[in-house]
């Protein structure tokens, strides 16, 4: 029996040995299963589904495309024991038509661990090619076993890697999954070399992505997945568009040639002179969206000597890109457009007949200026008003190369007459039409808050002519409008127009019925010719003054030579002059505090031609002084609401103080004062209380009934330091509380007074649960004044309120009551005004200084000398001149040069609007161009191995099989072998039956 329990332990022993074996040989398995390499056979596809928004460039709209992805990896190569090449393929195409979208396609190849699947080498098939060192730790994709930690995974959207943090664990696909996160946020990509050919040098692109992936971490695989990506583009800071329009700096000299018949004003003949020269210089400045030109004709005879009767200087505003007149008082073109011209009808201004003149379209020439085609434009005017007084005959003929605009050669020829009395108005109305611009400075105060204000306008006088009144045209009709602008134009002040007739020889006004629309006497404008009949200077002239409505005598005090001409100056002078109150409130856009006045001051200087009568230089200082009332009378005719601002166990008080006054007596006024107490919502906090009583101006001390001073002041007098303390009261409700002001202290500007009551109240005021209930507060009041120390103003002031009861030593209620905003401006504002009126000094509040131009008093002397020459032959039947002038030569060769050069510049327009049309589209989308989302789709597609739900049971099967081969196998076999072994153990241990003794 013994022998058998041995036989039996050694074969137990056996058995349990070799279901620890064999528990062990299946955990092993597992274990190196999990740690298993990159399949080498691999090759499988993989599905994702989403959706992308592309810029379409074409139309700046989004075209959005739903599409599947499809990601082909296969292991191409084993390159060692250790290492594989793998190549990946992803490829998409639109749901429903299939089409291929090739934005999503990629193709890459890696070389990888085959274990850790560190990345070691990878390129694509666009020259891309990048190596990485086991130092880097650059994952291809996510390893296993994975670890809780961020990684470096591999990024085909930026060709390198991006950190995957870890999130966390979640469940996805039935397994618990470890998620990690990575995101680039305005990662800069190389453009291709499409892009880059097609857009600006320097244009760029960046890419901001986020992924999520949910991995599997016994396996690493990755059961869920999903990628946003938005794709920016941005161009360089692109140069403006240059406009189709004169340039800026407009710098154009061209050079005439031809013959001159003239009226020699020295030898009163005329001569005749052959191989004249002209040259005309244009010289553009930019003004807002204008171009100023200053155009300069120099004619010259054939030795070389200026012409100055034909030689000329004007100034004109014309808009740059079509040639157009801007400034006021000319229209139609200055130039041909510069964009080009077309076979129609042009018009032009000229300033020798005042108004426009028609470029007529009259055919072209192919062969004159080849190979360059010419447009013909023809200007005739037959005998027509011609500057001031005379009339003209002009024959132009303009070749214009028709895509440009350029003048390719002129040929003009012009007659002149003077047929008409020189010495008056003259019969061509539009001659007397003018726009005269005065620079102006002008100053304001603001009379109570003090601030100084210069600016610096444009006084704009606007004259026209409608007519004359009779046959005789003895009267002219005159509209004057007037008006003040900023530098750049705009308005300041709106215009203000007035009618009136005006004597066509002496420039006195003439009352026309019918027409004029305001009073005025004396004279317009000086008269042709400032001289009386016996040849002597007229010694005074009554010009209208428009600030004050009325005409003043304006004497002669001086002859002068004024830029070379002789001439005399005539002052207009005012000094202190009332003006009403109507006027004074448009002046300074508020109304006059009662007793103040505005009084105004002037003085005008004019200088006019002794010859013409022009004016050519005018001198104006304008003053406007606010005179204070006196001290008494502004307290005579009080108007004031001070308020202050507090609060009640959480809810907001107003308190609302409205003074009025009135005159009583020499020095008395009487004082009446409302008050109110009110909460948020209208309701009364305290009712609402009256009070009147006289009070001593000068003082501020409360009077009584027979107006005898009583101890009581109202307010702070004018040098309130002067007195120690100040008893006051303040009524609350319908009771009275006095108390005195004492001084706490002062600075050099303001002194501070505190005043104290102390009062019992009904309980009800401050509760309304004790109203009727005759409970009684004690309530301190306290209030404080900061006042200043030459005016007695209070410049501040705020009341405490604490509210008491016999049953504690803290007070109930505390009511803390601020000045508002507007009282405190207030506050300021009034004692500017008193300080004012105790000063009694007057405030000069509009100041302006009027001067002509320098410019245009350089044109009105050069007018009235051309106007002095034109005299000379007024009324004569012969043609004062007579000119035929055509481009010369070498201008005529620069201009067809200049037509090459320009046509050049055009052609390299194209690509530039092209450029800012596609950055303005880009900045109004952001700079987004393109927007992708996929992930990972939910099923199975074409059997390709993409799902959420295939891999999540891949995983779990993968989880299951290592959980039962790995652990579930292992312990029973493991639990197996100790009961074999401990069976065994018995039987080695049991003891054999002892045999019965013999007997």
Known sequence: MAKMNMVLGVVFIALGLIAASAGAFFMNEVSKAQKAPFPEDFDEHFTYGGYMEKLNLSNGQSDRVNFTVDRHIMVEEVLSSDRLLIDERISGKTNGSGLAIPDLDKHHRYTVDGHELILYHVENFQGYDKTYTAEDEVQWIFPHPLEKKDAKVWNMNILTYSEAHYMGEEERGGVNCYVFRGEEINYSIPLTPEQAAGLPPNSSMTLSLWEKAWVHPMTGTIVDFAKEIRQYLFLPVLPPIPPVKYPDDLNSTTSFSGSLRMFDQAAYSFMELENITAVRNLLGSPYGGSLN?????????????????????????????????????????????????????????DDGFGKEVTAAYTGMDTTAYSPHTAYIYDVNVEVEPYMPGGTATLNMRYYVEPATGIVLDVKKSITNWREQDARRLPLDTTQIDKTMHFNTRLTTVTPFTGPTETIDLIAVQMINCSGYTDESSSTAKITETTWMEYPNGTVYSPPVGSRFGVDAYTMEYVNVDGWSNVPRTGYFTFPVGIANEEGELMDNFTLYNSDLGISLPAPLTGEVIFLGRDAATYRMAANNVTIPPEAAESLIGMPLQPGVVMKYSCEFVYTVDLNTGSLLDLQRSISNTIYPPTYREIYYDLDSTSVLKGSLGGDNLTMTNHVTSSYLADGIAMIDVESAVEYDDGSDFLPPSMSSFPIDVDTHRILNETLEPTGTYWNFPPNPMSVPAYPMMMKMSEQMLFG???????????????????????????????????????????????????????????????????????????????????????????????????????????????????????????????LSNALLVADGIEPALELDLEFDEETVAGQMALVVGTKENLALLGKLKAAHGLDQLLRSKDNEIAYVYYKQVPEDIDDNKGSVKYWGDFAKDKEESAKLYGQTIPLLLYALAVILVIAAISFFLMKPKEEGLEE
């Open 293 to 349: 030109i200053t155009e300069t004709i120099d004619v010259f005879d054939p030795l070389g000597f200026r012409i100055d009767l034909l030689s000329s200087h004007i100034d004109v505003e014309i808009d740059p890109v079509t040639g157009m007149h801007k400034g006021v008082g000319r229209t139609g073109h200055y130039l041909f457009p510069i964009t080009g011209v077309e076979p129609i009808n042009y018009t032009f201004w």
């Open 740 to 866: 005195i002001a004492n001084m706490t202290s002062y600075t050099d500007d303001a002194v501070k007074y505190l005043w104290e009551n102390m009062t019992i109240m009904d309980a009800g005021l401050f509760n309304p649960a004790f109203i009727g209930m005759n409970l009684s507060v004690h309530v301190i009041t306290t209030q404080r004044w900061m006042v200043d120390r030459t005016t007695g103003s209070i410049l501040d002031t705020n009341i405490t309120m604490n509210v008491y009861t016999n049953l504690s030593l803290d007070p109930i209620y505390v009511i803390e009551m601020y000045s508002d905003t507007q009282t405190l401006m207030g506050f300021q504002m009034a004692n500017v005004f008193i300080g004012w009126a105790i000063g009694q000094q007057g405030i000069e509040i509009i100041s302006a200084e009027v001067s002509m131009p320098p410019e245009d008093s350089a044109m009105a002397t050069a007018k009235a000398a051309a």
